[in-house]
């Protein structure tokens, strides 16, 4: 199984993502954990990388694109694997295809997770997460046991900026604009497969796996 997964911001493709590399034994390959381990492992690509995550500013396509090469090439995707957070646009979908197409690599399904921006919107903006250790919490579905306060470390929590509700619009046009075309590009391949974004955690791994086959 060599996958792509698309959906909006929330729609829970990490979730999906991990659930599936569990049931298949593939890995799940992020657009982050490239980066990440590309400037660890201070390749061509990752010590360019590295001077723009230093500074906080966005790796430019070229950069990305190259890493994704890189980690195409690692013996652990040969089997198959998971690609979370990439493409995001026309422009690395072209480089995916045309790094694909050297490997001798086939997509065989793109996971479409569909999934309202109402119920988006609720969902991200009523998340809040610890500044110390990283924990994260729901107001509604997982919320800490002392209202504002971290479970873990005490600390009082925070919304962060990109769970604010005009940031996560801006979020979803630029997704609509930039990604979302890319479904017509895959669906014209056979490769679609669409899964709703409100399945139950406790039910997903067997909607995934009958879905899947």
Known sequence: MRMVLMGPPGSGKGTRAHIISDLYGIPVVTTGDMLREAVRDETEFG????????????????????????????????????????????????A??????????ELTHVLFVVLSDDVIIQRLSKRRSCPKCGAVYHLESAP??????????????????????EVIRHRLEVY?????????????????????????IDELSAYLKALLG
């Not at 609509?176 to 139950?200: D, F, H, M, N, Q």
Request: glycine share 10%; hydrophobic share 35%; proline share 5%.
């Open 96 to 105: 995916l295809d045309a790094i694909l197409d050297e490997l001798g690599i």
């Open 176 to 200: 609509r604009e930039l990604t979302e075309p890319l479904l017509e590009r895959y669906g014209s391949r056979g490769l679609i497969v669409e899964t709703s974004g409100e399945v139950a």
């Open 144 to 165: 800490p046991k002392q209202k504002g306060v971290c479970d873990v470390c005490g600390a009082q929590l925070i919304q962060r900026d990109d769970d604010k509700e």
């Open 47 to 94: 010590k360019i990388a590295g001077k723009y995550m230093s500074k906080g500013d966005l790796v430019p396509d070229k950069i990305v694109n190259g890493i994704v090469r890189e980690r195409m090439m690692k013996p652990d995707v040969q089997d198959g694997f998971i690609l979370d957070g990439f493409p995001r646009s026309k422009t690395q979908a072209d």
